[in-house]
């Protein structure tokens, strides 16, 4: 790989800007987040191209291609690609070409789909909003604030460190990154985090309960009551593992919330639940 | 109609993909805030925007692909609560619907936004990578204005009062219906993110919350957080997740 190192830490420091700002801004289904890559290289191809029109019409087609992947932990990726074209640029004889460039960014992004998302949408995120939404939803604004500041700051410290150690790593160690420990923990970790607070979750934000009650000759027969004292939150816990349960068999998320809707609605009017 | 002409604009800003819109736009509970801003009351719409926002726990859109409309149930949901009026469970139920037809305008706009690769290969092909990049920044948001400002500026104009009469018009029955979905919905949210955390090893946990929770009755989150964090970290340095690790593989 090339020793010249033509871009600065301020062309690199923007490039991550503008992948962190533009990365879902023209989303779409043909090629996803191709555009944003292409974005956040114009400056890099100017700046390692200069004048030579062709390398940068060659470049901003390479970079064209389809490309998907997680915008916070994946920005791994795009940091790891502005070495490569530089690499590429400086020395094309040292072993990087478009193709390779290609080739490493399709091979990753997948994986760090995955990764990304179980840990951003499935862990982080829910974590922050189950701690401040208790709050916004006693009437305190300053909990629908403190998830803005708590997701936006991640995000952002997320986004930009990946990038940057991305740009660093560049092709080889992003591979040892992935295949390295580290990962591993960091998921382990926060799964028994997420697990312990879900089961909670349950608990505090799912409200259904059985309200039948019958009418015997000397007494009320108290189904709630009597249900609540063996396992309390038991219809919370039963409905959620429905749900989770139709989910597993393959059933679309739409499906189970139009399930769960007439469940509620058709309890509800009949008094069963409430 | 200035509040219209907010709402539209929240509407703009609320459906324009970025994490510079997402946090405090997008999220039913800080979308509820602005609603309620624009209605005279930001604590009610902070407090429904929230509970609405309870369902969508496990939301997530990989590579596109949408459950129901996080954007629109928030934004349209809190709007609905306030204008007719409703109790907070109520309006959760309502939010779902609506989410579903949002789930339309977010197909659209995936596809819709399509064209703009396309031309961007033409402005490739002569190196223009400034052109690229602003139709990148401009590109998605012109069609956000288009398919998401425009109706909610329609819908804040006229639907109010047809809103209102139409929860006048609800029978007892349904209401009850509809308090006990609203109730039960967030059991969807929670589903989603079992669905997305369960692992066989980690399974001790969620018991371990749920009891804790269900027979004592405390649910500060943050205190589940913190013991589930020292739990992480002990369990780690006994070497946890690596057993496992062999034991799966």
């Not at chain 2, 309870?54 to 149930?73: H, M, Q, T």
Request: aromatic share 12%.
């Amino acid at each position: 790989m090339a020793e010249a190192k033509v871009l600065t830490k301020k062309d690199v420091q923007k490039a991550a800007l503008t992948w962190f700002v533009s990365s879902h801004m023209t989303y779409n289904y043909q090629r996803l987040q191709a555009g944003a890559m292409t974005s956040m290289l114009g400056p890099v191809f100017q700046k390692l191209y200069g004048d030579n029109k062709e390398k940068i019409i060659e470049g901003c087609q390479r970079q064209m291609l389809y490309f998907n992947t997680e915008p916070r932990w994946g920005a791994i990726i795009p940091g790891m690609v502005v070495a490569l074209e530089e690499a590429y640029a400086t020395d094309p004889e040292g072993g990087v070409d478009g193709g390779l460039i290609t080739e490493i960014k399709t091979a990753l992004m997948g994986p760090l789909a995955g990764i990304g998302d179980t840990v951003w949408a499935g862990l982080m995120k829910p974590i922050f909003l189950s701690i401040t939404l208790a709050w916004a939803m006693q009437g305190m604004i300053a909990g629908a604030w403190a998830y803005w500041l708590l997701a936006f700051g991640f995000d952002f410290g997320i986004t930009y460190y990946m990038f940057m150690r991305g740009y660093k790593l560049g092709a080889d160690s992003v591979d040892r990154f992935l295949e390295g420990g580290f990962v591993k923990t960091v998921t382990t970790a926060i799964g028994i985090v997420g697990m312990f607070c879900l089961g909670a979750m349950i608990v505090k934000y799912v409200g259904i309960s059985a309200v039948l009650q019958i009418e015997m000759t000397t007494t009320t027969l108290d189904f709630g009551a009597i249900l609540n004292k063996i396992v309390p939150s038991f219809v919370p816990l039963m409905m959620t593992l429905l749900a989770y349960w139709m989910q597993v068999k393959g059933k679309k998320v739409t499906t189970v919330l139009l399930v769960l809707f007439l469940i509620g609605f058709i309890g509800g009017a009949i008094g069963f639940l409430g | 109609m200035v509040q219209a002409l907010l709402m539209a604009l929240l509407a703009l800003l609320n459906g324009i993909q970025g994490p510079c819109h997402w946090y405090m736009f997008r999220e039913p509970v800080m979308a509820g805030f602005w609603v309620g801003l624009i209605y005279g009351d930001p604590v009610q719409g902070t407090i429904i925007g929230a509970t609405i926002n309870v369902s969508y726990l496990g939301w997530i859109s990989a590579g596109g692909a949408n459950a129901s409309d996080l954007y629109w149930a928030g934004l349209l949901g809190t709007f609905v609560a306030i204008k007719g009026g409703m109790s907070l469970d109520t309006a959760v139920a309502f939010a779902v619907p609506i989410g579903l037809l949002g789930n339309y305008v977010h197909v659209a706009y995936m596809t819709l936004a399509s064209i703009w690769p396309t031309r961007m290969d033409v402005l490739a092909a002569k190196g223009d990578w400034k052109g690229i990049r602003t139709l990148q920044f401009l590109g998605g948001p012109a069609l956000v204005l288009l398919l998401r400002a425009v109706p909610v500026f329609l819908i804040a104009l006229y639907g109010g009062d047809l809103i209102q009469q139409f929860i006048d018009f609800l029978p007892t029955w349904a209401m009850n219906g509809l308090a006990a979905t609203g109730k039960l919905l967030p059991a969807l949210g929670m589903s989603m993110l079992l669905k997305f955390m369960y692992k066989k090893e980690l399974l001790p946990f969620f018991i371990l919350g749920f009891a804790i929770a269900a027979y004592t009755g405390l649910t500060d989150l943050l205190m589940f957080a913190c013991v589930g964090g020292c739990l992480a970290f002990i369990l780690i340095k006994l070497g946890f997740g690596r057993d496992a690790e062999k034991g799966v593989e």
